[in-house]
T-cell receptor, first 113, second 113 residues
Framework: NAGVMQNPRHLVRRRGQEARLRCSPM?????VYWYRQLPEEGLKFMVY????????ESGMPKERFSAEFPKEGPSILRIQQVVRGDSAAYFC???????????FGEGSWLTVV | DAKTTQPPSMDCAEGRAANLPCNHS???????VYWYRQIHSQGPQYIIH???NNETNEMASLIITEDRKSSTLILPHATLRDTAVYYC??????????????FGKGTKLTVNP
């Protein structure tokens, strides 16, 4: 079975551009989580979504960041007007039902130049 | 904030058992103990989880004390590829709410030849 698929794996953006990171959960999973890992730091929760709903966005920066998980298609983490401090690894994870084991993708590395 | 305490680093000889401790003295009755690891530049990998009974799978064994205030992850025959940061996380189980995993600093395990 395919795991959690993230793309692109590596993305370079200039300051002020937009970054879109995509995540396809494991087959049958309808719960998606996004985490961010800044260089040399730990994993920080950003947002938890179910299909078409944001359940917990307590870790999302107030501005420039948004996430969606539409009825059809992958989950998207969107970062507008990127700044150098957004350079990080962004990990997506999924679970089958609430409270079930969460499985992570290999991450998307964003570099802002 | 993470509700677990782990040593920041440990060393282990290749081929020997690696025993990684974790304290979770404030764990609630409905919270599970989860272990993940993160090999450098990869996504977190699920290892094992348990509620109160000891658990074993193809990767590791999890020993939970009777009072559930601490646990030990055992890698029976450590290899160089087991070098990683290991995270112990307590989390409410299915249908219990509080879906996200909260990562602490983990234990950096180095397996030496």
């Amino acid at each position: 079975n395919a795991g959690v698929m993230q793309n692109p794996r590596h993305l370079v953006r200039r300051r002020g551009q937009e970054a879109r990171l995509r995540c396809s959960p494991m087959k049958g999973h309808s719960h998606v989580y996004w985490y961010r890992q800044l260089p040399e730091e730990g994993l920080k929760f950003m947002v938890y979504l179910q299909k078409e709903n944001i359940i917990d966005e307590s870790g999302m920066p107030k501005e420039r960041f948004s996430a969606e998980f539409p009825k059809e298609g992958p989950s998207i983490l969107r970062i507008q007007q990127v700044v150098r401090g957004d350079s990080a690894a962004y990990f997506c994870a999924s679970s089958l039902i609430s409270g079930n084991t969460i499985y992570f993708g290999e991450g998307s590395w964003l570099t802002v130049v | 904030d993470a509700k677990t305490t782990q040593p920041p680093s440990m060393d282990c000889a290749e081929g020997r058992a690696a025993n990684l401790p974790c304290n979770h003295s404030t764990i609630s009755g409905n919270e599970y103990v989860y272990w993940y690891r993160q090999i450098h530049s990869q996504g977190p990998q699920y290892i094992i989880h348990g509620l109160k009974n000891n658990e074993t799978n193809e990767m590791a064994s999890l020993i939970i004390t009777e009072d559930r205030k601490s646990s030990t992850l055992i890698l029976p025959h450590a290899t160089l590829r087991d070098t990683a940061v290991y995270y112990c996380i307590v989390r409410v189980g299915p249908q219990g709410g509080s879906e996200k995993l909260v990562f602490g600093k983990g234990t950096k395990l180095t397996v030496n030849p």
